[in-house]
């Protein structure tokens, strides 16, 4: 299974398996990691999920969709590398993916 790896604010890092074809926010709901809020359980209609990309996975995690780019106008200190980590995809391909978490999802 991929390791995802998520570090919260603080810089307190979790390193877990996610499975293949599940999202990023899914990963980090399931093992109960403090940050990610998901309010709307996925549907890219909250911005609680916001992560910000490890800029050298940003290739590999693709582009934000239209619509996950106006959600992210709700969520507060956006930059280059936000991501709504709903629509983030596991796969094998990012095995050693590290996500950095905002300082707070409201
Ligand atoms: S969980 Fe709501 S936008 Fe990602």
Not at 54 to 72: A, F, I, N, Q, V
Not at 93 to 104: E, K, M, N, Q, T
Request: charged share 20%; net charge negative; hydrophobic share 40%.
């Amino acid at each position: 299974m991929p390791k995802i790896v998520y570090v919260e604010h603080n810089g307190t890092r979790h390193e877990v398996e996610v499975a293949a074809g599940t999202s990023v926010m899914e990963g980090a709901v399931k093992n109960l990691i403090p940050g990610i809020d998901a309010d709307c359980g996925g549907a890219c209609a909250c911005a609680t999920c916001h992560v910000f990309v490890d800029p050298e996975w940003l290739d590999k995690t693709g582009e934000r969709s239209e619509m996950e780019t106006s959600m992210l106008e709700f969520a507060e200190s956006v930059q280059s590398n936000s991501r709504l980590s709903c629509q983030i995809a596991v796969s094998n391909a990012l095995d050693g993916l590290v996500v950095r978490l905002p300082r707070s999802q409201h």
